[in-house]
């Protein structure tokens, strides 16, 4: 016979092909595929009949032939080689060209890349291959030879004897490569389900030959039978159109395959997959079951002309871009991420009665714990059920909570974005009773989401409460923490109330009043603070002063009062009488002289004016342990009437009311004057 020649440099041919090591089964696929395509032909030609195409792929595993041949189960040898033989029509003469060819269109038309054979040389060292065919005279005829990684590609042509079993090919793929062969689930079960999975279009168009996967010791599954046992036969199909393009998806259950899954198709054949559970929540990671008891998973087959004609040479991707699952619906452009979020809609729209049973169901789980737990979102809820119901199933609290609140934060602004185009839209109303009703709405919207900002900010106080009841007490070391940690709570250490708003302070704990404030300085010496400044370095845990509020015609008017908040650690049992450094009441009464002999000034450099009668607040918020206890009698402060804390009126020289807070006693008081409005959102 005559030698023949590649038309290009195959080596060449072979490194330029790409290949994933995560694709192990990508060569199989290729030969399975022209088998398939040459069965195909071989009924056109009249050559076969219809229904009796066969395909039988034989998985040649590590170990000596007679021994693989006895045992039972050889699944867990690995690999080496697969040998594929069918029924099609052969290689004559215009598919051996085709086949020499390098950049062959010959099966363009039936979604032939012409790139097979070299993804087949990335993951295998030679082909072998042989065939009987029927020449132009109509006579049968045979070919063999070795296809390798070359530049000249084929070697050791020969023509066989007539076998007697009709017309076909044979393709062996002989060893696997090592990075690929790691990549690849031996047993023979799963082999099938992936061929299956990859041609499952077939199927269920009913377009598939009979495809037997054998192991050595004769161990088989026919393809169509486990199909038919393993995928539920009923098979919904709906279409689709973005723009003008359209798009046909199948969805069929799977009883074995271990995820729900959308496959993005062409040519009937699934190039990309991805998991559902991303993307459509409810239906959960794990499998359904069905009236029957049958547990299985969600596999999605999408197919459209334009998938066809955008699939790479590989068909591992598309020739689009993957795009941006945030974008702009408007674009005009397909990409991946349109294409996701089309397919989504579609199986959503077959599945809207399971969905919508199970998301109600979930909303319907979720329900006591926002309106007990998370009453700041009941507006939510009642706004936005829609996108609640997308949310995924058994979220724990937290998880809940940042949910919920991205929801909220998307309600707001759209609200917001209403209000500003009511505004605009007012300037011109041409339908009065169209612009009521959508004021009505807006107005609806933007009262809910005001009780929705009461309802978080309750919620805030009771956690702030609940969080500084777990700071007094001692920690995992068996210790109390410092009084920095808990300072933090009731106002951001280091900082003062031109950087943080009144939300973001918890003075309330101590005095309502103590919220507003024209400034506030936090755990900073009076020479650091901007407002004021002083050449002591004194540092106060909280130095609070208030504006007048009556009129004067003077800009330097005095102040209203001041306000000094002093913080113990929990439980500190070292104090010391005449001793600033362990003493709270000396440190705040050295504060109150610092102010009082004009040692302060304003930002503006001028002295702040205070004089005895500028009424001073001083809070000592400490347990009262034995040597605070002793101090507090010999300076006779008094029991609050509560008898859970001490007080002290001083008029004679400056005007100051003293008063030691226990921390039991704080929590104690603040509870019970927001407990009216923990009762009202039933959080109590």
Not at 66 to 78: K, N, S, V
Not at 227 to 246: G, Q
Not at 448 to 469: F, M, N, P, Q, W
Not at 558 to 575: A, C, L
Request: charged share 35%.
């Amino acid at each position: 016979m005559e030698k023949l020649f590649a038309t290009s440099n195959i080596a060449n041919k072979v490194r330029n092909t790409r290949l994933p090591r995560t694709k192990p089964l990508m060569p199989l696929f290729e030969v399975v595929s022209n088998s398939i395509h040459s069965i195909q032909e071989s009924i056109k030609e009249g050559n076969l009949i219809k229904g009796k195409g066969k395909i039988t792929i034989l998985c040649i595993r590590n170990g000596k032939e007679e021994t693989l041949q006895e045992l039972p189960d050889i699944d867990r040898y690995p690999i080496h080689s697969f040998e594929i033989s069918d029924n099609g029509i052969g290689l004559n003469k215009e598919n051996l060209t085709s086949f020499v060819e390098a950049d062959t269109d010959h099966k363009l038309k039936i979604g032939g890349k012409g790139i097979g054979r070299f993804v087949c040389l990335k993951a295998f060292k030679v082909l072998n291959i042989s065939s009987q065919f029927l020449d132009e005279q109509k006579k049968e005829k045979t070919i063999a030879f070795d296809f390798k990684s070359t530049k000249e590609g084929f070697e050791n042509f020969s023509e066989p004897k007539l076998n007697g079993r009709g017309l076909g090919t044979t393709v062996r793929l002989t060893n696997y490569r090592e990075e690929y062969q790691k990549n690849l689930e031996y047993d023979l079960q799963s082999i099938a389900r992936e061929l299956i999975a990859h041609f499952q279009l077939y199927f269920i168009r009913k377009q598939v030959p009979t495809i037997i996967v054998r192991n050595q010791n004769n161990i088989e599954f026919d393809l169509t039978k486990l199909f038919a046992l393993e995928f539920k036969s009923e098979v919904e199909d709906k279409d689709f159109y973005i723009e003008e393009e359209k798009f046909t998806l199948y969805l069929t259950k799977s009883l074995k395959i271990q995820s729900h899954k959308i496959h993005y198709c062409a040519h009937n054949r699934s190039v990309i997959n991805e998991g559902l559970y991303s993307l459509i929540v409810d239906l959960g990671k794990y499998s359904i079951k069905d009236n029957e008891g049958n547990r299985y998973y969600y596999q999605a087959y999408v197919v459209g002309d334009i998938l066809d004609e955008f699939v790479d040479t590989e068909r591992i991707g598309f020739n689009f871009p993957d795009g941006n699952d945030l974008e702009d619906e408007e674009s005009f452009d397909l990409n991946l991420a349109k294409l996701r979020r089309a397919s989504v809609r579609c199986i959503e729209e077959i599945l809207k009665e399971y969905l919508a049973e199970v998301r109600n169901h979930k909303v319907e789980s979720y329900r006591p714990t926002i309106n007990e737990e998370l009453p700041q979102y009941r507006s939510t809820l009642n706004y936005r059920k829609e996108e609640i119901l997308k949310l995924p199933p058994d979220l724990p609290k937290d998880k809940l909570d940042i949910e919920l609140y991205k929801i909220d934060a998307k309600w707001r602004l759209e609200v917001k974005e209403h209000k500003i185009e009511l505004l605009e839209e007012k300037k011109d109303v041409t339908n009065h009773e169209e612009y009521v009703l959508k004021y009505e709405k807006f107005l609806s919207e933007f009262n809910e989401i005001g009780k929705s900002d009461l309802a978080r900010y309750v919620v805030h106080r009771k956690t702030i409460i609940e969080l500084l009841e777990g700071l007094i007490e001692k920690n995992e070391n068996d210790k109390f923490e410092n009084e920095d940690l808990i300072h933090s709570v009731f106002f951001p250490i280091r900082s003062n109330s031109d950087e943080i708003t009144a939300d973001k302070q918890n003075l309330w704990l101590i005095d309502e009043r103590l919220t507003y404030h024209s400034f506030l300085a936090s755990d900073k010496t009076f020479k650091s603070v901007s407002e004021v400044s002083a050449d002591q370095t004194q540092r106060s845990d909280l130095l609070i002063y208030n504006e007048a509020f009556a009129f004067s015609d003077s800009k330097n008017s005095p102040h209203n009062s001041f306000t000094i908040v002093e913080f113990k650690k929990p439980m500190r049992d070292d104090y010391k009488d005449y001793d600033e450094d362990k003493n709270p009441i000396e440190q705040t009464e050295k504060y109150i002289d610092n102010l009082l002999d004009g040692k302060v000034k304003s930002k503006n450099g001028r002295t702040v004016e205070v004089s005895e009668k500028t009424p001073f607040y001083i809070y000592i918020v400490c347990d009262v342990t034995p040597t605070l206890e002793k101090i507090l009698k010999r300076r006779e402060f008094e029991k609050t009437p509560d008898g859970k804390g001490y007080f002290k009126v001083k008029s004679k020289y400056y005007s100051a009311y003293f008063e030691v807070l226990p921390f039991e006693k704080v929590l104690d008081d603040a509870r019970k004057r927001n407990r009216i409005l923990f009762e009202k959102l039933n959080i109590e």
